[in-house]
C-alpha cells in the first residue's frame, strides 16, 4: 500500500509544483500528448511481451495494495499436523486434507505427499514448479521496467511531433508560446511517469518476485521434511530456523538476500 501512497504522493509534488509558479493546472493536461506517449508504449510493449504478459504485468499492480505473500508461521503449523498425521495414519491419510489448501502449489506437493513420490521425484517436481511460477512472476516486473526505459523517448518524440506543429503556425504568432508549452507536456508524461511510476513500480513487483521465490523454498524444504517422515516438532524448529536467518520477508525490503540453496543441500 505504501507504493501506491508513494505514487500519489509523486504527481502531487509535480501538480503543487506547476501551481507554486502560477501556472494553471489545466498546462499539465494535454490528450494528444497522452496519446503518443501512453499510446505509444503500449504498442511497444505489445510488440516485445504480447497482449497476454501485457494484461498480466498491468494486473499485478494489484500487488501492491495486498501483496501476495504467504503465511509462513501457519504454513509451519500446518506441515507439523501432517507430518503427526502421516507418522501416525499413513501418506495416504493427508488425502483429506488437500480440500483445505487453498494454495495451489502446497495442494501440488501434498498431492504428490499422498501418492508416495520418491524424495527426488518430489524434490525435481517442485523445483521445477517453483521455476515455472518464478518466470511468470518475473513478467510483471520486467513490462514495468521496460515501460520505463520507453516512456522518455516517446514523450521526446511527442515533443517534436508537438513543436512541428508548432512550427507550422508561425504565421499566428500569437498561438506559439501556448503550442510549445503543450509539445513539452509530453516529455513531462514521458519522464515523469518513467521516473516516478513505472520504474519505481517495476522494481517494487521485481522485489516482491524474488519474496515469493523465497516463500516457495521454504514450502518446498517444509514438504521434503515432510516425505522425510521427520516429526513434527523438528520441521516447525527447522522451518521457523529458516524464517530466522532469512528474515520473514513480508516486506520487499530485504531483496538483497538471494534465494535458499537448494533443498538438497539444507540439513
Not at 149 to 164: D, F, H, M, Q
Request: some cysteine.
Amino acid at each position: 500500500m505504501s507504493a501506491v501512497i508513494g505514487i500519489f504522493l509523486a504527481l502531487g509534488v509535480v501538480v503543487g509544483s506547476a501551481l507554486c509558479d502560477g501556472d494553471p493546472i489545466g498546462a499539465l493536461f494535454s490528450p494528444s500528448a497522452a496519446v503518443i506517449v501512453f499510446g505509444g508504449a503500449a504498442t511497444a510493449l505489445i510488440t516485445q511481451f504480447g497482449f497476454k504478459h501485457l494484461l498480466t504485468g498491468l494486473s499485478r499492480f494489484l500487488w501492491l495494495i495486498k501483496p501476495p505473500l504467504l503465511d509462513l508461521p501457519a504454513f509451519i503449523e500446518r506441515a507439523a499436523e501432517w507430518s503427526n498425521i502421516c507418522r501416525s495414519q499413513g501418506s495416504l491419510a493427508l488425502e483429506r486434507e488437500l480440500p483445505a489448501v487453498t494454495d495451489k502449489f502446497q495442494k501440488q506437493a501434498l498431492q504428490l505427499i499422498v501418492d508416495n513420490a520418491s524424495e527426488e521425484h518430489l524434490q525435481y517436481t517442485l523445483e521445477i514448479l517453483a521455476l515455472d511460477a518464478m518466470h511468470e512472476d518475473e513478467i510483471s516486473g520486467e513490462l514495468w521496467e521496460a515501460a520505463g526505459g520507453y516512456l522518455p523517448t516517446i514523450g521526446v518524440l511527442g515533443a517534436v511531433l508537438g513543436l512541428i506543429h508548432v512550427m507550422m503556425e508561425l504565421n499566428h504568432p500569437e498561438k506559439l508560446g501556448a503550442g510549445v508549452a503543450t509539445a513539452f507536456v509530453a516529455t513531462i508524461y514521458g519522464v515523469g511517469a518513467a521516473n516516478l511510476v513505472f520504474l519505481p513500480v517495476g522494481t517494487r513487483l521485481s522485489a516482491l518476485v524474488n519474496l515469493r521465490e523465497r516463500e516457495r523454498q521454504i514450502v518446498i524444504h517444509g514438504f521434503m521434511l515432510l516425505r522425510e517422515g521427520k516429526p513434527g516438532a523438528l520441521i516447525k524448529q527447522t522451518l521457523h530456523a529458516l524464517l530466522t536467518e532469512r528474515g520473514k520477508a513480508k516486506t520487499p525490503d530485504a531483496t538483497a538476500e538471494p534465494p535458499i540453496a537448494a533443498v538438497g543441500e539444507a540439513a
